[in-house]
């Protein structure tokens, strides 16, 4: 699996019907509150060009390309962090996913009840951040709470973990998020090991009508433009008719034309989660697969050898480094490495976008 993603926000805001439109999943579509009892799960392949250019010159492999894989995670409401609705049980699901994407409705429908009886984007928004806060109060209290009684050891480990935790409840009771990138990597270890919501990166998806963008999806980019937080515009009634009628990618692409929409839904999140979540891909040509592999920027030879096979991180003696671009021109491995395109790269190696990596391992 590449990377995995929740759809969250209030009930009948769209969640399952922008699911099934970007990964065909068959969720369970209806216009009442807490429609969605079970979280619903949508797996679709990452269009990658440079993945069909490789299987085009290996026709005899089997092409596999990195996966997104969706949560439908049920509507909260306000009091989720307490139980109301389903909240404890979904709040619990968030904790999983890689990133949040936060569907937000911009769109009017006399069929489709609003939970608050009211179109207010921006209030909408802050029911969740508000019951995501209160979830990771709750949290960091209970840790804290641990962590002072487990003190009387006199571990000086144990030590720091409690004052980090008290900086981080500090933060939330303010009301304020927690930002990942500002906090030292003993905090950050501790983040994780939490999984605190907050902190998860957010993508802020304006759910319109078929008219496109309007007041609400404007109301939500600004929001985000404030908190620095990226939105994408996504007609998901739309988006779901053309899943269901289209085929071919001729077809889709013939669809969203006839739409005006110059790209689906699917490729504006996959381009924005890859930016949210800071991804690159490499591939792998060996043996029976032409395959892609998604890893966060940064990732050294030896990681990204264990995302491959398990064993390869702690095997890793070196790999043999090519570019996509140059083997597409070139036809050939045998022609890369006459012409010196090929290089030996070692532990400290970061993978770079679109690089093709072949590992040796001891």
Known sequence: MGFTCGLIGLPNVGKSTLLNALSAAGAKVESYPFSTITTNIGVVDVPDERLDLLAALFPEKQ???TQLQLLDIAGLVSGASAGEGLGNQFLAEIRTVDAILHVVRCFRDENV????GELDPEGDIAIVNTELLLKDLETLQRTCATLSRQQKSGDRQIKTRFTLCQTLLETVARGSAIDIGEVDSDAEALIREL???????VLYIANVDDNGKNE???RVEELGQRNGIRTITICGRIEAEIAEIAVTPLERKS???AWGLAESGLSQLIRASYDLLKL??????DGPE????TVPQNTTAPIAAGKVHSDFANRFVQAEVMDVENLCQYKS??????????????????????EIIHFICG
């Not at 999984?195 to 990166?201: N, Q, V, Y």
């Not at 491995?333 to 679109?354: F, M, N, P, S, W």
């Open 195 to 201: 999984s605190l919501l907050t902190a998860k990166p």
């Open 333 to 354: 491995v045998k022609t890369l490495r006459e012409k010196g395109l090929i290089r030996r790269a070692g532990r400290d190696h970061i993978v770079q976008d679109g």
């Open 255 to 257: 669809y969203l034309t």
């Open 280 to 285: 690159v891909t490499f591939f792998t040509i």
């Open 216 to 218: 609400y999806s404007r």
């Open 290 to 293: 032409v395959r892609a592999w």
């Open 113 to 116: 009840a609003h939970v608050t």
């Open 63 to 65: 092409k596999i390309p």
